[in-house]
């Protein structure tokens, strides 16, 4: 029977008699390790920034926006020909059970002032079938009224960076700031969502009647005209099997014959996100990939020491051998070494990548996301590069014969 504590004693023994060789053995291992979480934790916090982002825009998204325009032989971008309407969103949620909801957009960048302050901002037209479908609740104040919409009232509803930059500490309610020149009298104030991904503040925009824009704030080609149509469908999968069916009724609704292209596009969020969220993976599996290849690199560096220690041994192997050690006693002892390095060096590694992934949390702006499985997958992992190469150089010393290892100088 193999007495791994008498074995564990002798490998850490080997171990403290070279310090400085075994602390370059391990070297590799602690860098592999610590570039595994590293990476894998970069990845990670990619993975959730994306899905953040996803909950910030809402979940299962269509966007419909106007489409290309052509004028002599010239095609313009998305956008260039104003074809969408309000009342074109409203039919496709009456119409397409697999449509939830349908929120109109008209927004602009536009001049903002309260007083003596004054803060340039996207101003967003809409009604509040928006923030149903983006699930943003109001920090207080109210929605707006069907008067609102119908009448188009002069109401404007603000996010917080908005609200910091003009009013401070000072409660908006009910304060009147002018948007283009036009007084807007302030009824709602957003809870906070902050950055997306991509660095957009999410919190820098001002929300007003889809109504009060086309009328009296942006100017219209046409009445009813929007800028695009936000969708929310009923599941992920309707995201999918519901664009013909939007697709056919916006035809119709523009009268658009046979051989005409569409006047719009449809751009499936949902899709995209998932895209995004799949190529992310792919990154921290390829990052995770190269960082492990240190950790390979680490593993020839304590194979090649193992030897040269088999080497140095050979003495020591044969009287072992003599006094009644068996072959497989050999390789155990030489396998904990290994394996002892690996382990060693794998919890060094663990403490240098946490370090690591703190202090790139404080200098940089990147999400950074540690979970205990990125922690014990290296972690395993080195102790079974210390086994995979430590086996060669154990089975070795195991194969020495006891008479020539005895006479070994």
Do not use: C
Request: glycine share 10%; proline share 2%; hydrophobic share 45%.
């Amino acid at each position: 029977m193999i007495d791994l504590k008498t074995i564990t004693k002798i490998a850490l023994r080997a171990i403290k008699a070279n310090k400085m060789r075994s602390t370059l053995t391990s070297l590799g291992i602690i860098i592999g390790v610590a570039a595994v979480i590293v990476m894998l934790a970069i990845g990670n916090g990619a993975q959730v920034s994306i899905q953040e982002d996803m909950k910030a825009i809402g979940s299962n998204l269509i966007i419909v926006r106007s489409g290309v325009a052509t004028s002599s032989g010239a095609r313009g971008g998305h956008g260039s020909q104003p074809t969408m309407k309000k009342s074109d969103g409203d039919a496709i949620q009456a119409k397409i059970s697999k449509i939830r909801l349908a929120a109109p957009v008209l927004n602009e960048t536009a001049q903002i002032v309260y007083g003596n302050a004054n803060w340039s901002t996207q101003i967003t037209g809409t009604d509040n079938r928006m923030f149903t479908i983006k699930e943003w609740d109001l920090d207080y104040g109210r929605f707006f009224s069907e008067a609102d919409i119908k009448n188009a009232g002069k109401v404007a509803i603000l996010g917080q960076t908005v609200k910091k930059e003009l009013f401070g500490d000072v409660d908006p309610i009910n304060k009147s700031i002018r948007i283009k020149g036009i007084p807007f009298q302030v009824i709602g104030v957003l809870d906070t969502r902050g950055q997306t991904g991509m660095g957009q503040d999410q919190d820098d925009e001002v929300y007003i009647p889809i109504t009060t824009a086309q009328k009296k704030v942006m100017g219209t080609s046409f009445p009813d005209q929007v800028k695009f149509i936000m969708l929310q469908a009923v599941d992920a999968e309707s995201t999918y099997t519901s664009q013909p069916e939007i697709t056919e009724l916006l035809r119709q609704r523009h009268n658009l014959g046979a051989n005409k292209e569409n006047d719009f596009i449809i751009r499936n969020l949902t899709q995209m996100m998932e895209m995004m969220e799949s190529s992310t993976k792919i990154m921290t599996i390829l990052l995770g990939s190269i960082a492990s290849i240190s950790l390979l690199v680490g593993g020839i560096g304590i194979m090649n020491i193992m030897l040269v220690s088999v080497t140095e041994r050979t003495r020591e192997i044969g009287i072992r051998m003599a006094i009644g050690a068996k072959a497989w006693d050999i390789r155990w002892q030489f396998l904990m070494e290994s394996l002892v390095l690996s382990l060693i060096g794998g919890i060094i590694g663990i403490v240098t990548g946490l370090l690591g992934v703190q202090i790139m949390k404080y200098f940089t702006d990147f999400t950074l996301i540690v979970s205990m499985f990125y922690i014990i997958v290296p972690f395993a992992f080195s102790g079974f590069v210390g086994l995979f190469f430590g086996f060669y150089p154990a089975y070795k010393a195991s194969l020495l014969n006891p008479i020539n290892a005895l006479r070994y100088e």
